[in-house]
């Protein structure tokens, strides 16, 4: 067995004997063997803890620092006469009691151990206190069948179904019987409620191939309610949004107050799930929590749940929302706003935008008028997404008006636009594209590229084959230390990363910005990426050699450390002759 010092439980004993003058007393008697046990002089504080013992024999926090030190010095037999003298002193003490049981399993006399065990069980005949510390004390041994029999001998004794059932929920968990664990967290669940999150919690960590056997137990069609929702979180915790919904949706029969907590704390889950089901099972249970509770709470919530479900792709359930509560407020006409756009109605958005400028929020504006704008660009029309932003002056806007610029072939106005939003604005994507799109243009001594814009434009409205071949024209048309090899290094990462028949001209580029190298970070970037090229399509050998040019030609460049990393892959990969 192995036991490690729990200082925190150790600092709190010190602080419940602060609460009692006498207590505070025995306590300060031994605090030198606290100090020496957290150096790790273990001999020295247990000769601290036996003084202590001899002149005061039911001093509890000596004794209780004596198993620890006697443990970790293999002397154990050392503290059960000490132990003793203390019960006969004070025989209904729980605390000595249970001290006596662990000293007891600690020196494996497990006779002993059972026959105190049940002697202190008759003395409390309807206490499971007994059998708790009994099946502790083994389980702290590994011992595991022969705690499991000291917690259903308690079972038995004192009847119930889920008499001891977290114990054997626990100690089945750490013995790997994941499929009884759920079965013992089923009791205990439906003999208390609060025991929910607990057990939803603990089995969570159950592992992938058990997941099935456990959902079955947890959601099967005889678990009770209580237990279902436990099941429906589990499911949450796997990752699995949908099928947890299925089975939370099925427990929302009646109006409580049990099924306003199991639906907000559900729905509190869901929004650790980043996926799109994720947000759309948010969006669904934040959605029946409305109803339960009054406004304006439930107007906030539906507000929230119609964002949830267009982040989770869901417009028709978001819009069915909205049409179920004409009185929306002013957050659920910004929700009605969005799906018009998601659908592509921009006009029909940016008339209804118009007129309820009294009713949005400015934030609310300023976050529509930027899709908008953004809808609007890709569809390629960039002076109407100009006049989506109106008079906006926020530095979103200022950053969208610089792309607007550079789709036009302004390189000048895009680069002083993106320099007056900074590098912060917006969310950390958009910001980190502006950065690595500012990085292009400064290598770029023209002011204006309507090619290399209209080759840009073109990437971001998604037709990446057609972008590939006018960022390949617009780089034709620049000197190669000024901006072509940037935008060429761009040309190919698009073509990498849509693969397929494009990955043969992605080499090529990446072939041909290495060849030229000079100044700038584009000749190691290419060969960097060229590199994870190969490795993501099974030809590490063949990528050894380009990192390994790179490091060597390159060693103060910012790709050095990637590169050494993919090398390490690289080199990992290739069996061993």
Do not use: C
């Not at 203390?86 to 729980?94: D, I, K, T």
């Not at 206190?129 to 099946?135: F, V």
């Not at 539906?302 to 359930?317: H, M, N, P, S, T």
């Not at 230390?481 to 040309?491: I, K, M």
């Amino acid at each position: 067995m192995t036991r490690s010092l729990n200082w925190a439980a150790v600092a709190s004993l010190v602080l419940v004997f602060s609460a009692d003058p006498g207590r505070a007393a025995r306590g300060q008697a031994i605090g030198p063997g606290f100090e020496l046990e957290r150096s790790g002089r273990y001999a020295d504080a247990a000769t601290i803890y036996f003084t202590t013992v001899r002149s005061d024999p039911t001093n509890l926090p000596a004794l209780l620092g004596l198993e620890r030190t006697l443990f970790v010095l293999n002397r154990m037999s050392e503290l059960l006469p000490l132990v003793q003298q203390a019960r006969a002193r004070l025989p209904e003490s729980p605390a000595l009691r249970s001290l006596e049981l662990r000293v007891y399993a600690a020196l494996n006399q497990t006779d002993s151990l059972a026959a105190i065990a049940l002697r202190w069980a008759a003395s409390v005949p309807r206490s499971d206190a007994p059998y708790r510390e009994w099946g502790l004390a083994l389980v702290d041994r590994r011992m595991w069948d022969e705690a499991r029999r000291a917690y259903l001998t308690g079972r038995k004794t004192l009847g119930g179904e889920g008499t001891l059932a977290i114990e054997l929920a626990e100690l089945e968990q750490r013995a790997g019987n994941w499929e009884a664990s759920a079965a013992e967290w089923v009791r205990a669940v439906t003999r208390s409620a609060d025991v929910g999150p607990n057990a939803a919690s603990q089995l969570a960590d159950a592992p992938a191939p058990v997941h099935e056997h456990v959902a079955r137990i947890l959601t099967g069609p005889d678990a009770s309610v209580r237990v279902r929702r436990v099941g429906a979180e589990v499911l949450l915790a796997w990752g699995q949004p949908n099928a947890a919904w299925v089975v939370m949706e099925q427990t929302l029969g009646q109006d409580d107050s049990d099924t306003q907590v199991a639906l907000r704390r559900f729905a509190d889950l869901a929004g650790a799930l980043p996926t799109p089901e994720g947000h759309r099972v948010r969006g669904m249970a934040l959605t029946r929590w409305a109803d339960f509770v009054p406004s304006p709470v439930s107007d906030r919530a539906r507000a929230e749940a119609v964002r949830e479900l267009l982040e989770g792709g869901d417009r028709a359930g978001a819009r069915r929302v909205l049409e179920a509560h004409a009185d929306a407020t002013a957050l659920g006409q910004a929700s009605l706003l969005q799906i018009l756009i998601a659908d592509g109605q921009l006009d029909v958005a940016a008339a209804r935008l118009e007129t309820s400028k009294t009713t949005l929020t400015a934030d609310d504006r300023g976050a529509l008028r930027l899709a908008l704008a953004q809808a609007r660009i890709a569809r390629g029309e960039l002076d109407r997404a100009d006049a989506a932003l109106g008079d906006d002056s926020s530095v979103a806007a200022i950053a969208q008006r610089g792309w607007i610029a550079l789709y036009r072939g302004n390189l000048k106005g895009a680069m002083e636009a993106f320099r007056v939003a900074g590098p912060y604005a917006t969310d950390r994507a958009a910001a980190t594209e502006r950065t690595a799109m500012m990085a292009l243009l400064q290598r770029i001594q023209e002011e204006s590229s309507p090619e290399l814009g209209a080759a840009l434009l073109t990437l971001a409205r998604g037709d990446s084959v057609a972008a590939i071949v006018a960022l390949r024209r617009a780089a034709s048309r620049l000197p190669v230390q000024g901006g072509r090899l940037e935008v060429q290094l761009l040309a190919a990462q698009v073509a990498a990363q849509k693969g397929g028949d494009q990955e043969a001209t992605a080499v090529a580029l990446f072939d041909e910005v290495v060849r030229a190298g000079g100044a700038g970070a584009a000749p190691p970037a290419a060969e960097l990426e060229w590199a994870r090229l190969l490795v993501r399509t099974g030809r590490s050998a063949e990528a050894i050699p380009h990192l390994e040019h790179l490091i060597l030609t390159y060693p103060n460049s910012a790709f050095v450390p990637d590169a050494r990393r993919v090398l390490e892959r690289a080199k990992g990969a290739i069996p061993k002759s």
